[in-house]
Every structure is written in C-alpha cells, then in structure tokens.
C-alpha cells in the first residue's frame, strides 16, 4: 500500500522590521502528493509566490513542508 503525503505550501513575508512591520506566514493545503512531478510542483510554488507577493509589505518565500500519512 502506497504512503502518502500531506503537502502544504508555507508562505513567509519577511516583512521589515525595521519600521514595524513584523514578518508573517501562511499555510496552504497542496492539491498534490508527494510524488508530484518536480516541475508542477515548481510552477505551483511560483504562482503562489506571485499571488502573495500583492499582499506581502516584505520579501516572499515559498517552501513546501511534507507530512507522511499512514
């Protein structure tokens, strides 16, 4: 039987600190399994990155986190 894995996009603006402006996250549930292709999952942590960017007050970051469900 075939593990699966809950993928989850974590969003980060860094913010700026220096005027107040205090980093942040988000969370997003992935429609996607760990075995993705690499280059959909490329595709969709820029999209994300792109949409966020329009409500970020600092620099974004996208890294996927993997969860192994049994």
């Given at each position: 039987?075939?593990?699966?894995?809950?993928?989850?996009?974590?969003?980060?603006?860094?913010?700026?600190?220096?005027?107040?402006?205090?980093?942040?996250?988000?969370?997003i549930e992935c429609?996607?399994y760990g075995d993705?292709?690499?280059?959909?999952?490329?595709?969709?942590?820029?999209?994300?990155?792109?949409?966020?960017?329009?409500?970020?007050?600092?620099?974004?970051?996208?890294?996927?986190?993997?969860?192994?469900?049994?």
């Amino acid at each position: 039987m075939e593990k699966f894995i809950k993928v989850k996009a974590v969003v980060i603006d860094n913010g700026d600190p220096s005027v107040g402006i205090d980093p942040f996250f988000w969370e997003i549930e992935c429609p996607f399994y760990g075995d993705e292709d690499e280059d959909n999952k490329e595709f969709f942590r820029k999209e994300i990155q792109k949409l966020y960017k329009e409500f970020a007050e600092g620099k974004i970051h996208v890294f996927y986190s993997y969860e192994k469900i049994d």
